[in-house]
């Protein structure tokens, strides 16, 4: 395959769908003269005229018809590719997320926030792991993703999670961290 600028696909696209060159070049927001250039660019990788500009007419060769919804259609595939985003809905991501805290804010805010999540996204896994220096939790992990998962425990010292309609806990050996769900 021949070299392509593919910044030409836009150029070619608004030729293809002008009445005049000048059209084409205003629909691009450039000079008629740069939009010129481009063409010439296209005649010479095609070989082919492409269109025929005459004070009464535009001629379309059969190239240039049987590129029209090739090129608007690469066009619109670039764009969608190019917009994609991938949109987050808690009631069905299943992905797994790590948070990783200091052991007080493990204590004090993580309970609160596991159990939020487990309300408000069900099929997300929760995975907590302390910073490097932390020891006591060093081996905590929770996964939200079935009952029995939540009765495995990777230490004996540290037992799963338990949860009623109105709180959440987790055991850290003796300590128990309690929220009130609101």
Same mark, same amino acid.
């Given at each position: 395959?021949?070299?392509?600028?593919?910044?030409?696909?836009?150029? &070619?696209?608004?030729?293809?769908?002008?009445?005049?060159?000048?059209?084409?070049?205003?629909?691009?927001?450039?000079?008629? %003269?740069?939009?010129?250039?481009?063409?010439?660019?296209?005649?010479?990788?095609? /070989?082919?005229?492409?269109?025929?500009?005459?004070?009464?007419?535009?001629?379309?060769?059969?190239?240039?018809?049987? =590129?029209?919804?090739?090129?608007?259609?690469?066009?619109?595939?670039?764009?969608?590719?190019?917009? &994609?985003?991938?949109?987050?809905? %808690?009631?069905?991501?299943?992905?797994?997320?790590?948070?990783?805290?200091?052991?007080?804010?493990?204590?004090?805010? =993580?309970? /609160?926030?596991?159990?939020?999540?487990?309300?408000?996204? %069900?099929? =997300?896994?929760?995975?907590?792991?302390?910073?490097?220096?932390?020891?006591?939790?060093?081996?905590?992990?929770?996964?939200?993703? @079935? %009952? @029995?998962?939540?009765?495995?425990?990777?230490?004996?010292?540290?037992?799963?999670?338990?949860?009623?309609?109105?709180?959440?806990?987790? @055991?850290?050996?003796?300590?128990?961290?309690? @929220?009130?769900?609101?």
């Amino acid at each position: 395959m021949k070299r392509f600028n593919f910044n030409l696909f836009f150029a &070619l696209d608004a030729i293809l769908h002008a009445r005049t060159l000048t059209e084409a070049a205003n629909n691009l927001h450039v000079t008629q %003269p740069a939009m010129s250039v481009s063409l010439k660019k296209l005649r010479a990788y095609f /070989e082919d005229e492409l269109v025929v500009y005459s004070a009464t007419e535009t001629r379309y060769t059969e190239l240039a018809i049987a =590129l029209r919804p090739r090129i608007r259609a690469t066009l619109q595939s670039a764009r969608d590719a190019l917009g &994609l985003s991938l949109d987050f809905d %808690p009631l069905t991501d299943g992905r797994t997320l790590t948070v990783t805290a200091p052991d007080i804010v493990e204590y004090v805010f =993580l309970n /609160e926030v596991f159990g939020a999540v487990q309300r408000e996204a %069900p099929h =997300l896994s929760l995975v907590s792991k302390p910073f490097p220096t932390s020891r006591s939790t060093s081996c905590f992990v929770n996964r939200w993703t @079935s %009952p @029995s998962s939540r009765r495995r425990s990777p230490c004996p010292t540290i037992l799963p999670w338990s949860c009623s309609a109105t709180n959440c806990a987790v @055991s850290y050996g003796r300590a128990t961290a309690r @929220s009130a769900r609101r």
